[in-house]
């Protein structure tokens, strides 16, 4: 199975957003074939005011980020992990991944667990529940004999999640991001390749780069380095600065021969 991750650099133009990562899909789907294409976390709408934000939810799945996800996955007969998105909850959102078959079918939905409201090092103050609900299920769906699990962003930082996930032998991890600029330099790869060590399964981290004007708050930057981390913790694929795409194999072969030769589900002690 081929994998891409796609790197965007999402602002507050919706249609702009959509059709920028899809073009950019296209591209991969030419250079690489992948079986299956994961984007960024807010990838139809990053930034703008807190109205704003809550202006660009979508109904699921009537919305049209979810409408053009399902017509080029059914388009391309590719999988489909598409992010996230604004979903619309009342007065507030939730911040939702979506995933689609190769016909274009929803298959799995997955709300964010976990909000960002915190204070940088530098002050950059950021507060998600204003806007955002909380999820609380934990969603796994098959893609070609694949049992993947759905994480967001900040979720990276909770590893109780990640072994609830390893607990339902997940083979692949999405962790579809807009990491800060001041967190994602000190602590992107690490965590992300101390997830991929604990749960012994591929990491698939697709993420935003450069800037955006978010209300208020003014210009934000995001990280980028979009990759893919192998059970071992590798660093199999990466894109370079700005927006792009990288692509790796999963090897079904080599998750089972990690987990065969260390096999610390067996020896865990703490449940």
């Not at 919706?14 to 299956?36: H, R």
């Not at 274009?104 to 960002?116: M, N, P, S």
């Not at 909380?134 to 070609?144: F, L, M, P």
Request: net charge negative; hydrophobic share 35%.
């Amino acid at each position: 199975m081929k994998i891409s991750v796609i790197q965007l650099n999402s602002r507050s133009n919706k249609q702009e957003n959509i059709t920028t990562a899809l073009n950019i899909a296209t591209e991969a789907i030419k250079s690489d074939q992948p079986d299956l294409i994961a984007f960024p976390e807010m990838i139809s709408f990053n930034g703008g005011t807190e109205i704003e934000k809550i202006q660009s939810a979508e109904n699921i799945p009537q919305g049209q980020t979810t409408h053009m996800f399902s017509e080029f996955a059914r388009n391309n007969s590719v999988f489909i992990h598409g992010g996230s998105f604004f979903e619309r909850s009342g007065d507030k959102v939730f911040n939702t991944s979506l995933a689609f078959n190769r016909q274009g079918q929803v298959i799995a939905k997955y709300r964010k667990i976990h909000l960002f409201d915190i204070t940088t090092l530098n002050g950059n103050t950021y507060n998600e529940s204003d806007t955002v609900i909380a999820g609380n299920e934990i969603v796994t769906y098959d893609a070609e004999n694949f049992s993947i699990g759905c994480s967001i962003c900040y979720d990276l930082r909770f590893a109780e999640l990640y072994l609830k996930l390893a607990k339902q032998n997940v083979d692949i991890i999405m962790v579809p991001a807009s990491f800060t600029l001041q967190t994602g330099k000190d602590h992107w790869s690490t965590l992300h390749r101390a997830r991929a060590i604990e749960t012994q399964s591929y990491v698939i981290a697709p993420g935003q780069c450069g800037e955006f004007t978010d209300g208020a708050n003014g210009i934000r930057q995001t990280w980028g380095h979009s990759m893919i981390i192998d059970p071992w913790g590798h660093i199999v694929a990466q894109v370079s600065d700005g927006t792009g795409w990288a692509t790796a194999v999963i090897d079904r072969e080599y998750i089972n021969k990690i987990r065969t030769n260390l096999p610390v589900k067996n020896h865990r002690v703490l449940k």
